[in-house]
């Protein structure tokens, strides 16, 4: 029997039971995809992330309860927050080696900040399904690694009671419902049941697309974000090029192991 270390925090919080939960596993060798896998299904969290070396090199995976994802913002925030809290890590960069290439993370002050490749979303026909999921036709739609579909203000999106059956038919990994946000410069929520997940308290991955969108609608390139799902988040967001920096706070919740 194997024992690994597991670690559950609250990326994109300053408090516990806000923001986004995710798994860490810190492992000393790289699992089966299989176990890994089953190790997020047991979890039944938005995502589980692993840690472990690879070729002299830090390496991170990341899975929903459902499938392996190519990036996922908050797991990777709360993997950063473990590494320089719990599990001596020195220094103020991590570079992590994934399926969306290198990641860093950069320690400043309270705040971890990421920096994740942009994503430019192309406008695309509307998608009959999202009017039919939400109860209502958005101003314009989006497609990029997710559905995006902009509206008038922020109480739309706080609203939305979403018909999950129906976006299960949708084409891609989610859908980003997003606007203009009352206290802050947009407001977003995401909804992926086809990737396991109905709604994601937290995404960081999806300001990827969020932040050139909204930089280009805005005309400045750093933004500050929420994410109004019931748990809710924060994020402090730029745009950089062809790179996208993603910042927020994490809280460690638990500590402890699995046995497999």
């Known amino acids: 029997m194997e024992k690994i270390k597991i670690y559950q925090a609250d990326a994109f919080a300053d408090e516990l039971f806000k923001g986004n939960p995710a798994a860490i596993c810190i492992l000393d060798t790289e699992l089966s995809t299989k176990m890994m896998q089953d190790i997020a299904k047991e979890n039944n969290l938005s995502e589980t ?53 290198p990641l860093r993370i950069i320690k400043k002050e309270d705040l971890l900040e990421m920096d994740f490749p942009a994503e430019i979303v192309k406008e695309c026909a509307p998608e009959a399904i999202i009017e039919k999921a939400l109860g209502k036709k958005p101003l314009s739609t989006y497609l990029g690694t997710d559905y995006m579909a902009v509206f008038a203000n922020e109480s739309d999106i706080a609203n939305f009671k979403p018909d999950f059956r129906e976006l299960l038919a949708l084409k891609s990994r989610g859908l980003i419902v997003t ?13 992926g049941p086809q990737s396991g997940v109905d709604e994601d308290p937290v995404t960081g991955s999806a300001h990827c697309l969020l932040t050139p969108f ?23 967001c730029s745009l950089d090029g062809d790179r996208v920096k993603i910042a927020g706070k994490a809280v460690t919740y638990l500590e402890g192991y699995i046995f497999i």
């Open 49 to 101: 992330a692993y840690i472990f070396e690879k070729d002299g090199k830090l390496n991170i995976r990341w899975f929903t309860p459902g499938c392996e994802v190519d990036l996922c913002g908050h797991a990777t925030l709360a993997s950063a927050h473990i590494l320089f809290n719990h599990e001596n890590f020195q220094g103020d960069i991590i570079e992590f080696q994934s399926k969306s290439g």
């Open 179 to 191: 606007a203009i946000g009352d206290n802050c410069d947009f407001v977003s929520r995401w909804f």
């Open 214 to 236: 909204w930089a280009g609608k805005l005309g400045k390139t750093s933004l500050t974000a929420k994410q109004i799902s019931e748990r809710g988040g924060k994020l402090y």
